[in-house]
């Protein structure tokens, strides 16, 4: 089994940073994508950004240029850095990361428990 325990989360104002991390850990032979997503009250879950494990990354584009994803493949760990946080920001941000147990096994997806950042004045 896998468990992905994200940190970082918060109350910030408008125009202020965070930083979000999502630490892998239990049965893990190699983790290909990590990523973050975030879901809204009343919207659907999306894609923020997301980074392979050599490091080629993909941001929706009403953050890019606030918003960095990084990770650490050492420590199974991948972050968001956000700058400039907007009000619109404000949801339950999900890590996301596709794991394989075994050098035999299959990818599986795995996410973890969600972490609130908003963003108000």
């Known amino acids: 089994q896998v468990q992905l325990v994200e940190s970082g989360g918060g109350l910030v104002q408008p125009g202020g940073s965070l930083r979000l991390s999502c630490a892998a850990s239990?049965?893990?032979?190699?983790?290909?994508?990590m990523g973050w997503y975030r879901q809204a009250p009343g919207k659907a879950r999306e894609l923020v950004a997301a980074v392979t494990r050599g490091g080629r990354t993909n941001y929706r584009d009403s953050v890019k240029g606030r918003f960095t994803i990084s990770r650490d493949n050492a420590k199974n760990t991948v972050y968001l850095q956000m700058n400039s946080l907007k009000p619109e920001d404000t949801a339950v941000y999900y890590c996301n990361a596709d794991v394989r147990s075994g050098i035999y096994d299959g990818v599986n997806d795995y996410w973890g428990q969600g972490t609130q950042v908003t963003v108000s004045s």
């Open positions: 239990g049965s893990i032979f190699s983790i290909n994508a």
